[in-house]
């Protein structure tokens, strides 16, 4: 009896403190533009088509488009050094684009 009066005792002190939790705030995304190396902010270009796959290595981001011809686009983000780093996370590497083309057959 002993046993039963304790454990409902102490499911009533753990019921109470757990009610009497403080609520936790909640987090607020904020959206920022992405910026290339000068930090002006750059936007990927609608006819590069739809993100249809992202390759991580490293601290490298490659995003891969693909238009409505089949032809793919790599676009790579990620972090330059640590100044940069602290100010912000990720930006475009490179205005080089690598362009991966569709070929008809050749025979």
């Given at each position: ?55 991580v290595n ?31 996370p990720l930006?475009?590497?490179t205005g ?12």
């Amino acid at each position: 009896m002993k046993r039963i009066l304790a454990g409902v005792v102490l499911g009533l002190m753990v019921a109470a403190a757990a009610h009497s939790e403080e609520p936790k705030e909640e987090l607020k995304l904020q959206e920022r533009e992405l910026e290339n190396v000068r930090g002006n902010p750059f936007k990927i270009p609608e006819t590069y088509g739809r993100l249809v796959n992202v390759v991580v290595n490293g601290e490298v981001h490659y995003l891969y488009f693909e238009d409505g011809d089949g032809q793919i686009r790599v676009v790579l983000i990620g972090q330059r050094g640590a100044v940069q780093r602290s100010r912000n996370p990720l930006q475009l590497l490179t205005g080089d684009v690598q362009l991966i083309k569709r070929g008809g057959d050749e025979s």
